[in-house]
T-cell receptor, first 112, second 109 residues
């Protein structure tokens, strides 16, 4: 069974640009969650989608948004990038909310 | 503010030593999950504990859930270099799932 796939692995953007990250969950998993990981803040929950609906949202500004498609694939968008958005963005899929998470290897975003 | 406090934050030991890392909270959780994350990879689930006082063993790793379901510990016996990584705990409640900041373990050969 293929794991969670995130693309791209690395991204370098400049302040003010926008970026879209992609996540393909494990087949059969309908819940997809996104996390931001930084050395100082650890893993911070961004949002969770289930069957194309956002069910839960973390405490991030509106510049961070996401969506889920009918095949459960998910995208995350960050607009008007700031230096502080530099982080590892992790996607995780699961059978249901709060079930054990299966993480992808992340997208490393660097904002210069 | 982290609802889950993990300690120590960093730990560097020699191969063969034993160690314990802790995950503490003032909140009660319905379950608690432990993950290990290696450099360049996403976290991988090690175990889920559900019942207060529960002890689970995974080879040389022993996980315990506190009686009040507010805290947990991970004990590693005879650590190996392959145990090196970031150990994360995640507390699950009815409407939330929060991660601790992690314990970064380095096991030197």
């Amino acid at each position: 069974k293929a794991g969670v796939t995130q693309t791209p692995r690395y991204l370098i953007k400049t302040r003010g640009q926008q970026v879209t990250l992609s996540c393909s969950p494990i087949s059969g998993h309908r819940s997809v969650s996104w996390y931001q990981q930084t050395p100082g803040q650890g893993l911070q929950f961004l949002f969770e989608y289930f069957s194309e609906t956002q069910r839960n949202k973390g405490n991030f500004p509106g510049r961070f948004s996401g969506r889920q498609f009918s095949n459960s694939r998910s995208e995350m968008n960050v607009s008007t990038l700031e230096l502080g958005d530099s982080a590892l963005y992790l996607c995780a899929s699961s059978l249901s909310w709060r079930a054990p998470l299966h993480f992808g290897n992340g997208t490393r975003l660097t904002v210069t | 503010t982290q609802l889950l406090e993990q300690s120590p934050q960093f730990l560097s030991i020699q191969e063969g030593e034993n160690l314990t890392v802790y995950c503490n909270s003032s909140s009660v959780f319905s379950s608690l999950q432990w993950y290990r994350q290696e450099p360049g990879e996403g976290p991988v689930l090690l175990v889920t504990v559900v019942t207060g006082g529960e002890v689970k063993k995974l080879k040389r790793l022993t996980f315990q859930f506190g009686d009040a379901r507010k805290d947990s510990s991970l004990h590693i016996t005879a650590a190996q270099p392959g145990d090196t990584g970031l150990y994360l705990c995640a507390g699950v409640s009815n409407n939330d799932m929060r991660f601790g900041a992690g314990t970064r373990l380095t096991v030197k050969p």
